[in-house]
Structure formats: structure tokens, C-alpha cells
């Protein structure tokens, strides 16, 4: 039989700020365990939450991004359940009140495009992070508390690969907005998978299993599929799916059950007593909103329309949004975009991959990139010269001195280069009758001569064109 | 003694606290109001960083156990804090330091706040300074009878229902609540959050006003605290003329005894006297009486959720240790009382999915109609009066936490201050067999002012201010 697969996804992403969502704890990764945590965060009697503004403008971000509709009055709920990462006994989230909703993502696959609704975008705090060993069980408080939103779609995805698209798509956009370090393996972007299958061209929904801890965009893609192919057999061997919580096992490209889900849990949700409900005032809303950071669309946009670049080297750019942001910086230095972006692309990008640093780790200086590119430009330096002085640029040279001290300059003065223009042709009446005998690659070995004995300062375009027009006179 | 009378007796601040603080262990065996004594020497020393002109220089003062105390054994007389050691301090316990106030100790209250005897602490009963087989009445029965017995002038409650004003009606002094927001609650131990307020008990109206300029602000770690400025309360109207006062006739109309109702006639005269407009009023009578099922489901809904932070694995008596789920079942079971443990039930049975509309979300809507019917009243009225409680302190042996439906209204009338978040107190104006018994009134919000000015004309009237009880 044919089936058709349908599947909703949730994110939960870490926001960029520098405190927690309800208390003034610093928000870390990495720090050592329970440093980075107060009585409020550790669910203390007597504390009481308050609402980091940060957190709400980003999550007026993302809504904004994804074009959901933003409820300017911000109201939390309490969430309440025992376990051992969730301090007070409850989770502060957005239950009844999200702060947007009915948004939508585009996004393109196999060259088609499809958009994908959201249901709702809700604040709410992180857990405490649990690591279960054989001695027990330890908790990391440092986490507990971290703003957080919840991206829920809509069951607008047929496979894997639109999936893969739609997380992709969501986490350029968070990433641009600066939103969320977006870091799927560090954790600061969770996605839980729900994926059903049933025959094709039916309008119910099968029984939907749940995929948790996916640790990159290619697992996402890759558990689906695994999930489909299991539902698939179940199906065809006449079995019933079971509404449970499953992992992907990477070694076995396979899914593994976790749980059953057994009923629904009943949370209690209530209105939080302790946040009144907060208005927004509609003109900071607004200028969040007109202040957001550019959109990866937005820069595609310009790249290929203001600097003129190909749709490959604007993706490549655009995908990288670090590299992106430095050609920027660059770009505030020169009006060469086309020679910016293919030193960057294949010159700098070359270096860090084979070194495998990343960009801010790397010492190189926008105003010098620009610097080398405009003299590459101005024929000051030839493109063979430039890749000589290029490998100490990267170490933070500026290359002007760089040049100067080792006497590079392009000869561009067309009676310098005629004198040695003639001088060659002199020394070498073999290759004129080569020439002339219809071996064009004469011309390159004149040519070399040429920069030979200027030491490679003549202009090689310059010196070409001269050795043609002093030959076609012998 | 007032509070500015420790300031000019001619005694050094640590004399002074050391002579309540002993007073006050002496009281114990009769009253067994404290549950800890704190150490003196460390605030008397900090007091060279304070002004002397500070409003509580060097004045000795007792804060409820569920005021959280950096280093100091915090209780909120529950046995599942047992152990438990604040890292941080209460926003008013900081502004009471700053003032110059010297804490001598935490005192006994209703287990977590949840009660109006204080049977259920787990330290035992508190006594009442006038009869000791009575209660002292709760939840901040230890804070009331100190203040009561004149070991301190000025004691830190809280009130959720009516945990300060019922206890200050009992043993013959004054109970504040201010207006919900004009003083923080970060760091007080919740019974129930939109119910919860903290408020404080003295022997004068002066000392009451005084109380409130140190407590009052805005606090940032806070949402529900206001931004209002802080009044200069102490300059509050000595003059009643005009002043509007309705006395709520559903509960004097119940009055049982002719001594309480003459006291009650006379009170009115007198303020009418004084230039005061005191008429009788009545309110719907069947939202009184829902009145106490409406704050049984809010604060029980709440208190369930308020307390699940209480589990036994990062603070607290731990039991168990099996899985996080034994750790959780086995302290709670151990650390609560079967009360406790009754009224989690109840809270937490309000707030299923199938019965939340029914319960907690009908509770709230009656909570507003009730506040709505308030509003009416305020419309004519600068305040509404009636007597905190229609008799003395019960005896302990006869106080259960349960109602009779005879005086339900006049049992349970007080909370209306909760659910308003209205300013709220009890003032001494009778005694009934030889017990005391206050005057509750409520104000519009933030009229504290107001308050003041009335409460004072009722003590200029009682003659009650600044009288302690001798506890034999």
C-alpha cells in the first residue's frame, strides 16, 4: 500500500540572553556544575519570578521572522508535575497565552517551494540538566531557568527531507535574528519529531510516535526516515503503531523505543499568581520590529543584487553566517564584492577548513582584506602576488606593508615594460619565428621572460598585450 | 513601651535586646511562641553602619518563621524545613536590618501558614497571654502574643486569610495588612500568592504607621509590588471629621453577647462624636457566605503548587533513598502534617483538568464579584468596620480549624482584605469575659493614610494603646 507521511515538529530553543528567564542568574554553557545558579533558580521557599525583558523582545524576534501574530499581553502559567530537574515543582510556560501565533516558515525543496504553519511560539524555562550514572543520579542546576521558546508547526511535512528544510530554515532565521546560538549539539536547539504515517490520499491521522533528542539536522532527516520505514513494516505486517517516545541510534540508523505513553498526563495548568499580567506597550514592539537583524533572505537579496554575486557564492556565504558577517565588515572597506567574495570563499574559507579554526578564532582583519582586494583591483599587486601575501594577511599583516617590504609592485608604466618588452624579443629571435609560425604558446614563454627579469612587477596583462603589439612590428 | 521609647530609655541597644530576648525566654515555657533565638552581638555590631536616626534603631523586633533569614534556621513551622537554612534574605528582612532593627528571634506560626489556631505548628501550640488554656490564634500566633506580652513592640506576621488580624484580635493589639503590593513578599515562604500578604502587629497606631514607612517600597525581585512612593505614614490625619464609616451589619446583626454589642454601640457613638459618618450596611449575604469556600479552593489550588518545591533533594529533611520518586513520596509524607498533606489533596483535586472551570476558575470569578461588591460600598465608604472576632480567644481544647455555619460570616468575613488586596487591620476596642477583641476595618487601596486616621480615633476612644498583658 501507499503511504503518506505526516509530521509536526517542536523546537525548543535557548534564547541569547545574559540572564535567566525569571531570576538574575547568568545564562552559560559549560561553566562547572551549579556555579551559575541562585535560590531562585534552585527553587528556594520564598522566591518569587521576574521576567527578563531581553527574553520577550527575542521572542517578539522570532515571532516576527515566522510571521506569527504577537499577543501583546504576556501572561504565564504554571505547569506542575514532580521530578527531579524541575526545582520548584512546576515549570513557568505560556500555556493558555502564547505570545504568538498562526506564523509560517518557507521553505524550499527540490526546487519547490512549501510553507510550513506554526501553531504557536510560547516562552517558558529550561530544567536542570541530569547526567544518570552507575552511582546515581547528578543534577546540573545551571541550566534550570534559561529563557526558552517552543516552536510548535503545524503537521504540514510529507518526509524527512522537508523537515531537514524546515529546521534548517528555522535555524538560519533564529540564528540571523540573534535569537539563540541555535547550537543542536550543545543543546541550545532541541527538536522533537512527531511522525505518523496512513494511506495515501486518507484525511485521518495515524497514531503518531514521538522522536526526542535529535543532535543535528541530518538526524533529523535520517530518524524520520528509519521512523517511517518501522511504521511502514509494522503496518504492512498487519500490526498497530503504539503511541510512544523513541531515540535515533546512529550506529544502527534505526529508532529505538524509549517509552510508552501511557494516557495523558494531567499537568494542572493555572494561571502563575506571581507575573500580573504584563501589556506591552505597542511602540516597543514596534521597534523591535524595525530594528530587527537583517533576514537571511534579506542579505541574498542584496548580495546578488547590490554586489552582483552568483546565487552559489551568495548561499555559500549566506550558510556561514560568521563568514557572511565578516564579508560585510569587508565590504564597508571596498566597493569589490565579486573579488571580496571569491578571496573569501576560496581563499580564506580554504585556509580556516584545512586548518579547521574557526573564523573567530583567525586573526585576519576585514580592513586588510579589503585593502589587498582594492590594490589587486588598482593593479597595484598582481592576483599572484596577492595569494603570496595572503597566507600572513590571514595572521593579521597589514598587506600594504606587507608589499612594500618585500618590493612588490606591479610595473604598470607601459614604457618600462616596452623597454624590457624589447630587450626580450632581442634575446629571443627563435621564439618571434615560433610565433610567426603559428606556435601561440610563444607568446607565454616571452611573457614569463618578461616577468622574469622584472621580477615579477610587470603587469602580466600589460606585458602580454605589448609583446603582441611589438612582434606584429618585427 | 513604643519604638521610639527604645531609642530615648537611656539603655544601650544591646541591653535592650538582650532584656527582650530574655524576657521573651522566659515567656517560653508559658507562651512557646519562638522557635529559634538568634544571636545578638553580630546585628548590635552592624549597627555602626546605621543611622541613629534610622526608624528602628537598635529597637528589638520578632519575625515569623517563614520570613527567610540568611544563616538563620528558618522553619515556617513545618518538620520538612526542619533543617532548613536560608542562603539569602527576605526583602523585608534586609529593610528591617537597614532600619536598625535588632531580630531576637522566629516565631511559631501555623504550619506553613496554613491555619488560624497555631495548634499545628511543629514546635506545639502557642498560648494565649491572657488565658494561657487559649489560643493565641494563627497562623502568627508566636509574633501576636510576644507583642501581646510586651516582650517586643513591633512583630512580623503575614496574612493570607486573615493570619494577622484574628490573632490581634485575640490578644489585644494591633494587626496590619497594608494593600497587596505596597510591601515585597520575596523571600516570605507562600501559603498562597495572590492571596499572601505580609503585615505586622504593634500595641499603638503611631508604632503602625511607624511600621509601615520601613516596610513599604517597591522591590524589583517582586512583579506584585507596587511602584506607589512610600507615604510618610507617621504624618497620618488625626481628624475623623467626615470620614466615612460603614459597619457591616451581616456580622454585627449576629453579635451573641449584649457586653460585645454594647461595646460596638458605644464605639459608634463616640466616632460619630468625633465628627465621623458611621452608618450600617449590608452586603449580599450569599457572597459572605461563599465567601470562605471561594479562599478554600484559591489558597488550596495555589498552596499545592507553591509547595512542591518542597520534595527533600535540594533543601530540607530528606527521607528515602531508593529513586528520586521515594526521596519525594517519603519526605513529604514525613515532613507535612496529615493537614498539610489534606489540603494538598483538596488543592490539587481543584485543579484537574475536569474540575478546574468548576473549582478554582468559579472560585476566581466569585472572588471578583465579591471584590466587585466591595467597590459599591467604597463608592460612599472610606472604610468598612466590623469586630474581628464576636468572642475571645477560644479554649485550646475546644479550637478546631473548622467552622460552625452559625458564624461562618463572621468567622470568615476578613478575608475579603485578601481577596481585594484592600489595606486591612485590627485594632483593640473591647473586652468580652476578660478577653479582648478587635475591630477589623478595611480600606481602599493604598488608603493606609486613612487607616490610620481612623484606627487612631478608635484608640483615642478605647484608650487601648500601648498596653501589654502580664502573663501569669
Not at chain 1, 21 to 37: D, E, H, I, K, L
Not at chain 2, 169 to 183: E, H
Not at chain 2, 228 to 237: G, I, R
Not at chain 2, 326 to 338: L, V
Request: with cysteine; proline share 4%.
Amino acid at each position: 500500500m501507499q503511504y503518506e507521511t505526516v509530521i509536526g515538529i517542536e523546537i525548543h530553543c535557548e534564547l541569547k540572553t545574559k540572564t535567566k528567564m525569571f531570576s538574575s542568574a547568568p545564562v552559560t554553557f559549560g561553566q562547572p556544575a551549579n556555579s551559575c545558579t541562585n535560590e531562585i533558580d534552585l527553587g528556594h521557599p520564598g522566591v518569587l519570578p521576574c521576567l527578563n525583558k531581553k527574553a520577550v523582545e527575542l521572542a517578539i524576534r522570532a515571532c516576527t521572522a515566522t510571521h506569527c501574530t504577537i499577543d501583546p499581553l504576556v501572561k504565564f502559567d504554571r505547569k506542575n508535575y514532580y521530578y527531579s530537574d524541575l526545582p520548584k515543582g512546576f515549570q513557568i510556560t505560556q500555556q493558555f497565552h502564547p505570545i504568538g501565533r498562526n506564523g509560517y516558515v518557507d521553505i524550499t525543496v527540490d526546487g519547490e517551494k512549501k510553507q510550513i504553519r506554526l501553531n504557536r511560539i510560547h516562552m517558558e524555562e529550561d530544567t536542570a540538566k541530569q547526567f544518570h550514572g552507575y552511582q546515581g543520579t547528578s543534577i546540573d542546576f545551571n541550566r534550570a531557568g534559561t529563557p526558552l521558546i517552543e516552536i510548535v508547526s503545524e503537521p504540514d511535512m510529507r518526509n524527512g527531507k522537508e523537515a531537514a528544510a524546515y529546521v534548517e530554515a528555522l535555524r538560519t532565521s533564529l540564528l540571523y535574528m540573534n535569537v539563540s546560538d541555535v547550537k543542536m549539539e550543545e543543546g541550545s536547539m532541541r527538536c522533537d519529531v512527531n511522525v505518523s504515517i496512513r494511506p495515501a490520499g486518507s484525511d485521518t491521522f495515524g497514531t503518531k510516535t514521538e522522536i526526542k533528542n535529535l543532535n543535528s539536522i541530518s538526524n533529523v532527516q535520517k530518524a524520520i526516515d528509519a521512523e517511517v520505514a518501522r511504521q511502514t513494516e509494522v503496518l504492512e505486517n498487519g500490526g498497530t503503531i503504539v503511541q510512544a517516545t523513541y531515540r535515533f541510534d546512529e550506529a544502527t540508523r534505526s529508532t529505538v523505543m524509549m517509552r510508552k505513553k501511557e494516557g495523558t498526563v494531567d499537568y494542572k495548568f493555572f494561571p502563575e499568581p506571581n507575573i500580573p499580567p504584563v501589556q506591552l506597550d505597542e511602540k516597543w514592539i514596534a521597534s523591535i520590529q524595525e530594528n530587527l537583524p537583517e533576514l537571511p533572505s534579506q542579505r541574498y537579496e542584496r548580495y546578488t543584487t547590490v554586489y552582483g554575486l552568483s546565487d552559489y557564492d551568495a548561499n555559500v556565504l549566506i550558510n556561514n553566517k560568521e563568514v557572511s558577517d565578516f564579508y560585510d565588515e569587508v565590504m564597508k572597506h571596498t566597493k569589490e564584492g565579486k573579488l571580496v567574495a571569491n578571496w573569501t570563499i576560496s581563499e580564506l574559507m580554504a585556509i580556516l577548513n584545512r586548518e579547521n579554526t574557526p573564523l573567530s578564532d583567525c586573526k585576519i582583519k576585514p580592513e586588510h582584506l579589503a585593502a589587498m582586494v582594492e590594490m589587486i583591483a588598482k593593479k597595484e599587486i598582481s592576483g599572484k602576488q596577492a595569494k603570496e601575501l595572503f597566507p600572513d594577511v590571514v595572521k593579521g599583516e597589514d598587506p600594504k606593508k606587507l608589499a612594500d617590504a618585500r618590493g612588490m609592485k606591479q610595473v604598470s608604466d607601459v614604457s618600462a615594460i616596452l623597454a624590457i618588452v624589447n630587450q626580450v624579443l632581442d634575446e629571443q629571435p627563435q621564439s618571434i619565428i615560433d610565433y610567426k609560425n603559428g606556435k601561440d604558446r610563444a607568446i607565454g614563454f616571452l611573457v614569463g621572460q618578461i616577468m622574469k627579469k622584472s621580477k615579477g612587477q610587470a603587469n602580466p596583462q600589460l606585458a602580454n598585450q605589448l609583446v603582441l603589439q611589438e612582434i606584429a612590428k618585427r | 513601651m513604643k519604638i521610639n521609647d527604645y531609642k530615648t530609655n537611656g539603655k544601650t541597644p544591646l541591653q535592650n535586646a538582650t532584656e527582650a530576648s530574655l524576657y521573651a525566654k522566659e515567656l517560653q515555657p508559658k507562651l512557646n511562641a519562638m522557635v529559634t533565638f538568634t544571636d545578638l552581638e553580630p546585628q548590635v555590631e552592624n549597627l555602626k553602619n546605621i543611622s541613629k536616626d534610622a526608624l528602628m534603631y537598635g529597637v528589638p523586633i520578632v519575625l515569623k518563621d517563614n520570613v527567610t533569614t540568611k544563616g538563620i534556621l528558618t522553619t515556617a513551622s513545618s518538620k520538612i524545613l526542619g533543617n532548613y537554612v536560608p542562603v539569602y534574605n527576605a526583602h523585608i528582612a534586609d529593610k528591617l536590618r537597614d532600619a536598625g532593627a535588632i531580630v531576637i528571634g522566629k516565631s511559631s506560626m501555623d504550619e506553613l501558614g496554613m491555619g488560624g489556631t497555631n495548634l499545628s505548628a511543629a514546635t506545639g501550640p502557642v498560648y494565649n497571654p491572657y488565658d494561657l488554656s487559649r489560643i493565641s490564634g494563627g497562623s502568627s500566633g508566636g509574633s501576636a502574643v510576644l507583642v501581646a506580652a510586651g516582650a517586643v513592640p513591633f512583630a512580623i506576621g503575614t496574612d493570607t486569610g486573615d493570619s494577622v488580624r484574628k490573632p490581634a484580635s485575640y490578644n489585644g493589639i494591633v494587626g496590619v495588612k497594608p494593600t497587596y503590593g505596597r510591601i515585597s513578599r520575596y523571600g516570605i515562604i507562600p501559603y498562597a500568592s495572590s492571596l499572601d500578604h505580609v503585615g505586622y502587629f504593634t500595641r499603638n497606631m503611631y508604632d503602625a504607621a511607624l511600621a509601615l514607612e520601613v516596610l513599604a517600597g517597591r522591590d524589583d525581585r517582586d512583579m506584585t509590588s507596587s511602584f506607589l512612593p512610600v507615604e510618610k505614614y507617621t504624618e497620618y490625619s488625626h481628624d475623623v471629621t467626615g470620614k466615612k464609616i460603614a459597619v457591616l451589619k451581616n456580622v454585627t446583626d449576629i453579635i451573641p453577647s449584649m457586653e460585645l454589642k454594647e461595646q460596638m454601640n458605644h464605639l459608634e457613638e463616640e466616632l460619630r462624636k468625633k465628627g465621623a459618618v458611621v452608618e450600617e450596611v449590608s452586603m449580599r449575604e450569599d457572597l459572605l457566605r461563599a465567601a470562605l469556600a471561594v479562599y478554600f479552593i484559591i489558597a488550596n489550588c495555589e498552596a499545592t503548587a507553591n509547595h512542591s518545591n518542597l520534595d527533600g533533594i535540594r533543601f530540607g529533611v530528606q527521607e528515602g533513598k531508593d529513586s528520586y520518586e521515594d526521596i519525594m513520596t517519603k519526605s513529604r509524607t514525613a515532613g507535612f502534617s496529615g493537614l498539610i498533606r489534606k489540603r494538598f489533596v483538596i488543592g490539587s483535586y481543584g485543579l484537574f483538568e475536569e474540575n478546574q472551570e468548576r473549582l478554582l476558575r468559579k472560585a476566581q470569578k466569585v472572588r471578583r464579584l465579591i471584590v466587585d461588591e466591595m467597590n459599591e460600598l467604597y463608592k460612599t465608604y472610606d472604610a468598612i468596620v466590623a469586630p474581628a472576632s464576636l468572642k475571645g480567644a477560644p479554649k485550646a481544647t475546644d479550637a478546631e480549624d473548622k467552622l460552625s455555619n452559625e458564624y461562618l460570616i463572621a468567622e470568615s468575613y476578613m478575608c475579603l482584605g485578601n481577596f481585594s488586596g484592600y489595606p486591612s487591620m485590627t485594632v483593640p476596642f473591647a473586652m468580652v469575659d476578660g478577653l479582648p477583641v478587635g475591630l477589623n476595618m478595611t480600606c481602599r487601596a493604598f488608603e493606609e493614610q486613612t487607616m490610620f486616621t481612623i484606627g487612631q480615633a478608635i484608640e483615642e476612644i478605647s484608650g487601648w494603646c500601648d498596653k501589654t498583658v502580664e502573663v501569669k
